[in-house]
């Protein structure tokens, strides 16, 4: 079995990595904003949750399922460590409920989103399964220490990793890795079968329709079943980088966690591998995408 967590003990300036050929090949980038696992002794110590409890809000070795395709099709992939229940990424960088803090917050934090309401905002208040994180209040100082420290040098690399790319071919498509619980989809995805992948694009504003169209069709070639921007449309990530008439195109991917993962042990299952390889697949189609489209800037 899988070691649920244990405290980062080396390298702990380290707060992404980033797998990056030495001559990129295709106009494209792979994040994973969510599989980080380094966990600070101070974070579980401050945690009234228990290891494995706070892993479930991880998006479960979801770099490990896009590593092998980054390194054979030669594009980058951009990797936080630090965990999402830590610090958020795919959120604005000061997305905060008030009501976890000991003191009033600053007029420019964001305390009204969506995300904040239910408990997960750059901060969040709960992991996954709707348990409280914190034993007690916080201290805004030691939020926006997190945020300088983590936040803002993992959006930094990714947009180098963007930019470069749209200098280099004309355009970039930025696929936002991501997985989703097995449990809580939508009835009328559940009445048959699960969904096994959910394509976000922002509803058609954050890249080309042919990019997700090329996605949905490999996928449903090799028999997953598909659904677009339902229950998840694209977060910060796929809005902030999203910008089809300056020719980045990004797309956001949630795999079924039920796939891969054993969601009540996180032990990795062994179809891990083959969904690797179909990831493969699908990033070599979406590489090539752009020499049979138009997908630079307009």
Same mark, same amino acid.
């Given at each position: 079995?899988?070691?649920?967590?244990?405290?980062?003990?080396?390298?702990?300036?380290?707060?992404?990595?980033?797998?990056?050929?030495?001559?990129?090949?295709?106009? =494209?980038?792979?994040?994973?904003?969510?599989?980080?696992?380094?966990?600070?002794?101070?974070?579980?110590?401050?945690?009234?949750?228990?290891?494995?409890?706070?892993?479930?809000?991880?998006?479960?070795?979801?770099?490990?399922?896009? @590593?092998?395709? @980054?390194?054979?099709?030669?594009?980058?992939?951009?990797?936080?460590?630090?965990?999402?229940?830590?610090?958020?990424?795919?959120?604005?960088?000061?997305?905060?409920?008030?009501?976890?803090?000991?003191?009033?917050?600053?007029?420019?934090?964001?305390?009204?989103?969506?995300?904040?309401?239910?408990?997960?905002?750059?901060?969040?208040?709960?992991?996954?399964?709707?348990?409280?994180?914190?034993?007690?209040?916080?201290?805004?100082?030691?939020?926006?220490?997190?945020?300088?420290?983590?936040?803002?040098?993992?959006?930094?690399?990714?947009?180098?990793?963007?930019? @470069?790319?749209?200098?280099?071919?004309?355009?970039?498509?930025?696929?936002?890795?991501?997985?989703?619980?097995?449990?809580? =989809?939508?009835?009328?995805?559940?009445?048959?079968?699960?969904?096994?992948?959910?394509?976000?694009?922002?509803?058609?504003?954050?890249?080309?329709?042919?990019?997700?169209?090329?996605?949905?069709?490999?996928?449903?070639?090799?028999?997953?079943?598909?659904?677009?921007?339902?229950?998840?449309?694209?977060?910060?990530?796929?809005?902030?980088?999203?910008?089809?008439?300056?020719?980045?195109?990004?797309?956001?991917?949630?795999?079924?966690?039920? =796939?891969?993962?054993?969601?009540?042990?996180?032990?990795?299952?062994?179809?891990?591998?083959?969904?690797?390889?179909?990831?493969?697949?699908?990033?070599?189609?979406?590489?090539?995408?752009?020499?049979?489209?138009?997908?630079?800037?307009?």
């Amino acid at each position: 079995m899988d070691r649920p967590i244990a405290p980062q003990t080396t390298g702990a300036d380290a707060v992404f990595r980033l797998r990056a050929p030495d001559v990129q090949a295709l106009p =494209l980038v792979l994040a994973s904003p969510h599989s980080g696992r380094g966990y600070s002794a101070a974070f579980l110590s401050a945690s009234r949750l228990d290891a494995l409890t706070l892993r479930r809000s991880e998006d479960c070795y979801v770099e490990e399922i896009f @590593a092998a395709a @980054a390194e054979a099709l030669a594009v980058p992939l951009l990797e936080a460590l630090f965990p999402r229940a830590y610090i958020d990424p795919n959120r604005e960088p000061y997305e905060i409920d008030p009501a976890m803090f000991d003191g009033p917050l600053p007029g420019y934090v964001n305390v009204r989103s969506p995300r904040v309401a239910v408990g997960l905002g750059t901060i969040a208040r709960v992991v996954a399964g709707g348990e409280e994180i914190y034993r007690t209040k916080l201290r805004f100082a030691d939020a926006s220490a997190r945020i300088e420290r983590c936040y803002y040098p993992y959006h930094a690399a990714l947009r180098r990793l963007v930019d @470069a790319t749209v200098a280099r071919f004309g355009c970039c498509i930025l696929l936002d890795c991501h997985s989703m619980p097995s449990i809580g =989809l939508p009835p009328d995805m559940a009445h048959s079968r699960r969904c096994d992948v959910v394509l976000g694009d922002c509803h058609g504003t954050a890249c080309a329709g042919s990019v997700t169209d090329a996605a949905e069709t490999v996928l449903r070639d090799l028999g997953y079943v598909t659904a677009r921007n339902s229950p998840y449309a694209g977060g910060y990530t796929t809005r902030h980088y999203g910008r089809p008439t300056e020719g980045v195109h990004a797309l956001q991917i949630e795999l079924n966690r039920a =796939l891969y993962v054993d969601e009540t042990t996180l032990e990795r299952q062994p179809y891990l591998t083959t969904l690797g390889q179909h990831m493969r697949l699908l990033v070599a189609a979406l590489g090539d995408l752009p020499r049979h489209r138009r997908l630079a800037r307009r």
